[in-house]
């Protein structure tokens, strides 16, 4: 169902650029200068040190903004396809992008200079990871697998096959020993990421997981699909399921693991206590669904990128709506 929604979006941003180019051939001597971006927000990112965010977006960019002032930074371009998703390397210094277009790009922050392109995979990239210790990137496709890199040299190391469709998300465990998939198939699957063995398939869900998430000790795993749920890595047990969404995009364990935020296509972020399932609060604000959600490195201060085309930052503690990132002319 899902891939169903984003080959609609994929035509419908086709259509919009169609209808861009056609605007600026007619309107040559008219100068319009725009930031932030111009189609859905599908994937947000803190760096390491919390000063900087970056998007990814239907409109095939990448942006990077200022988390103090709201300010855009820098625009990367080089996609040709929806950009689905982001992720910084644990030393701030490099930023993935995985597209639609079948590729992961590695960009210089800094400069924004693009680094260098991966490609390997026959569809989609939903999703991109960093290890922990920063030598390796994954990446899940639709074409059902996943892969990993050497961030240094950007050679493919291995591909994990064992979904039976679309590979969602990856995550790593912290102690870079595990990667998580969730997946069409329904499926969250733990792998060896040392031999790229199929270690545990967790099974529970009744609809697509679209979002994996380790916690901060890496004891406990975090699923979203049509509901949240929070697995024990170890055993392969279901703990918890958590009911509120109608449907869940995203999930993100705070830096001290003790708040899960998610969110959903019923356009609202939640926190959630991880110890108990209790829902603790409900982000409003946004006007379309809520498809990724992030933690800063102090846990105080949360984004979420939203089909509305805008990013926003909220406080944990309160709720509290801090700024909105979005187009402005």
């Not at 039976?164 to 998580?180: I, M």
């Not at 055993?235 to 999930?251: C, D, F, M, P, Q």
């Not at 830096?255 to 409003?284: I, M, Q």
Request: a neutral charge.
């Amino acid at each position: 169902m899902r891939k169903k929604i984003l080959f609609l979006i994929l035509w419908l941003s086709l259509l919009a650029s169609v209808s861009d180019s056609r605007g600026q051939s007619n309107e040559q001597a008219r100068l319009v200068v725009q930031t932030g971006h111009s189609l859905e927000v599908f994937s947000v990112a803190f760096s390491p040190d919390g000063k900087t965010l970056a998007s990814g977006s239907g409109d095939k960019t990448v942006k990077l903004w200022s988390v103090s002032t709201g300010t855009e930074l820098r625009t990367l371009k080089g996609h040709s396809n929806l950009v689905v998703s982001v992720a910084f390397s644990p030393d701030g210094k490099t930023l993935a992008s995985g597209s639609w277009d079948h590729t992961v790009k590695l960009w210089d922050v800094s400069t924004g200079a693009e680094l260098r392109t991966l490609k390997g995979h026959s569809l989609e990239v939903f999703s991109v990871a960093f290890s922990p210790d920063g030598k390796t990137l994954a990446s899940g496709s639709g074409d059902k697998t996943v892969k990993l890199w050497s961030v240094s040299t950007g050679a493919e190391l291995r591909t994990l096959e064992g979904h039976s469709e679309s590979v969602e998300s990856v995550a790593f465990s912290p102690d870079v020993k595990t990667l998580a998939s969730g997946s069409d198939d329904n499926t969250v699957k733990l792998w060896e990421v040392s031999t790229g063995a199929e270690l545990r398939t967790l099974e529970g869900h009744s609809e697509v997981v679209v979002s994996v998430a380790f916690s901060p000790d890496g004891k406990t795993l975090a699923s979203g699909s049509g509901d949240i749920k929070l697995w024990e890595v170890s055993t392969g047990t279901e703990l918890r399921t958590l009911k509120g969404h109608s449907n869940v995009w995203s999930v993100a364990f705070s830096p001290d693991g003790k708040t899960l935020a998610s969110g959903s296509e019923d356009k609202t972020v939640k926190l959630w206590e991880v110890s108990t399932g209790t829902e603790l609060r409900t982000l409003e604000g946004h006007s379309a669904w809520v498809h990724s959600v992030a933690f800063s490195p102090d846990g105080k201060t949360l984004a979420s990128g939203s089909w509305d085309k805008t990013v926003k930052l909220w406080e944990v503690s309160t709720g509290k709506e801090l700024r909105t990132l979005k187009a402005t002319s």
